[in-house]
């Protein structure tokens, strides 16, 4: 796939995540919902200095409270890991354009995050759950980024044993994981695309073949199995379908299904964060 392509498909992506996002309002965002997490959302986007105050007025949330809902009401346990990807990520990229006063509140952040990102470490050498495994790339992907703020190699030798222990134990036919038999094809849908979107955003940051190759295994899977509109309004995973040219049809029913079945806030997050994503090939 060419950078052009890469170029074209980041631009339409990013738009519809600021369509999504721009017109939500952060002033007294909501601490109990995703909005938390618009601010550094759209920092990913562009590097609007008005957007620094509530970034990081919102953090301290995020330690406070791991149950975030959405518009529905819907909580999710992805949601505040989502959250604290984007809040890590936005930091990781624009904190030399942040005044020395904002970048010690969130350096002081950092610090007191390590408690909740380093839960993942409890995953590096026991199998993973196929039920959680999505929540634990996730949980993998956010100890990643705090390791990588905090230049502490340790941990991201931890991140290397966790998601290995998920990708050595595939599901059948090159899914992530197993299919419980008692669960509805729905729930299990949206479980794999949760964790696509994780795996992905690690073999990225790593430059993994084996992890790459994964997640165009996984991608394969649900484009042959998977109706794409079964998550209309959350486009999980939607990079990881992008990365191969294989599966780029179904990333483009997603950005499809979002245009037309809603722009809602957890579909700006992930498109922002696929754009973050996309970007590193433009």
Request: with cysteine; hydrophobic share 40%; charged share 20%.
């Amino acid at each position: 796939m060419t950078t052009r392509d890469f170029n074209q498909y980041r631009q339409a992506v990013s738009q519809l995540a600021d369509n999504a996002l721009s017109s939500v309002d952060i002033s007294g965002t909501d601490t109990g919902a995703v909005t938390v997490a618009v601010p550094a959302a759209r920092l990913l986007l562009n590097d609007d200095q008005s957007l620094y105050e509530p970034f990081v007025s919102g953090l301290d949330s995020l330690l406070t409270t791991r149950r975030l809902a959405d518009s529905s009401g819907h909580h999710r346990e992805a949601y505040h890991l989502l959250a604290m990807h984007l809040s890590m990520t936005a930091f990781s990229i624009r904190y030399e354009s942040f005044p020395r006063q904002l970048w010690s509140i969130c350096d002081d952040w950092l610090e007191r995050a390590t408690p909740i990102v380093r839960e993942a470490e409890t995953h590096a050498n026991v199998p993973s759950d196929p039920a959680e495994a999505h929540l634990i790339l996730w949980r993998a992907l956010c100890l990643d980024d705090h390791a990588s703020l905090s230049s502490r190699d340790v941990d991201i030798e931890l991140v290397d044993a966790i998601v290995h222990q998920i990708v050595a134990s595939p599901g059948s036919d090159g899914a992530l994981t197993a299919q419980d038999p008692d669960e509805s094809p729905d729930a299990w849908v949206y479980r794999e695309l949760v964790g696509l979107h994780a795996l992905a955003s690690l073999a990225l940051r790593r430059r993994s073949r084996a992890w790459a190759d994964r997640v165009e295994q996984v991608a394969l899977y649900h484009l042959s199995n998977t109706q794409p509109d079964h998550v209309t309004s959350e486009p999980w995973g939607v990079f990881g379908f992008y990365w191969s040219a294989k599966t780029q049809m179904f990333a483009e029913q997603q950005l499809h299904d979002v245009r037309t079945y809603g722009r809602g806030v957890v579909a700006g997050l992930l498109l922002a964060d696929a754009a973050n994503s996309l970007n590193a090939f433009c």
